[in-house]
């Protein structure tokens, strides 16, 4: 039972638009969420989180959202750049719980198209 | 500063047969996860290490072992090898047990024939 979702396995988008990611979850006890971004050949890169008391956090051109009566979180990458084609994985834990292993979804590929 | 290395890169065994990977974390980490990445699938937790202690554990078989060493640096085995366990796997290390930024290797991948 998958408890986190990535629904669109891939995603192609214009270059200087905006890119959405997006992600569910079914565990209520989810607190804390992660953004992952994975070259090929190289290890999942942190990007950015978001706290469960919070519903939305900015880092650049990255934006989190997350609605926690949906258990739905997205990813808006504004403007997207050709260097951000990769493999984005929404992760999760119950770190409120004291439960710090990472629950990942399958990922979605995001090509950007010069 | 070197990151998170993992070795060997790639390695090919044959079912039944027991493995050794190794990790060595981020400069100044002292915590350990091991993640399991099948083709397609997002990484799995299988468990992690602090203050050489397994702390937290996955839905993964006792087939499964590792250590950490004085120096924070890991090993995962992998005993009686099945064709299902072929995957990337995957280091991470942080500061402490926490989930957030976690850095990750570039990972080992598996062939179990």
């Known amino acids: 039972d998958q408890q986190v979702k990535q629904n669109s396995p891939s995603l192609s988008v214009q270059e200087g638009r905006i890119s959405i990611l997006n992600c569910d979850y079914t565990n209520s006890m989810f607190d804390y969420f992660l953004w992952y971004k994975k070259y090929p050949a190289e290890g999942p890169t942190f990007l950015i989180s978001?706290?469960?008391?919070?519903d939305k956090n900015e880092d650049g051109r990255f934006t989190v959202f997350l609605n926690k009566s949906a258990k739905h979180l997205s990813l808006h990458i504004v403007p997207s750049q050709p260097g951000d084609s990769a493999v984005y994985f929404c992760?999760?834990?119950?770190?409120?719980?004291?439960?710090?292993?990472?629950?990942f979804g399958k990922g979605t590929k995001l090509s950007v198209i010069p | 500063d070197a990151g998170v290395t993992q070795s060997p890169t790639h390695l090919i065994k044959t079912r039944g047969q027991q493995v050794t990977l190794r990790c060595s974390p981020k400069s100044g980490h002292d915590t350990v996860s091991w993640y399991q990445q099948a083709l397609g699938q997002g990484p799995q937790f299988i468990f992690q290490y602090y203050e050489e202690e397994e702390r937290q554990r996955g839905n993964f078989p006792d087939r499964f072992s590792g250590h950490q060493f004085p120096n924070y640096s890991s090993e995962l085995n992998v005993n009686a090898l099945l064709l299902g366990d072929s995957a990337l796997y995957l280091c991470?290390?942080?500061?402490?047990?926490?989930?957030?930024?976690?850095?990750f290797g570039s990972g080992t991948q598996l062939s179990v024939l």
């Open positions: 992760a999760a834990s119950e770190a409120g719980a004291g439960s710090y292993q990472l629950t």
């Open positions: 978001i706290s469960s008391i919070k």
């Open positions: 991470a290390s942080s500061l402490g047990i926490s989930p957030e930024k976690l850095f």
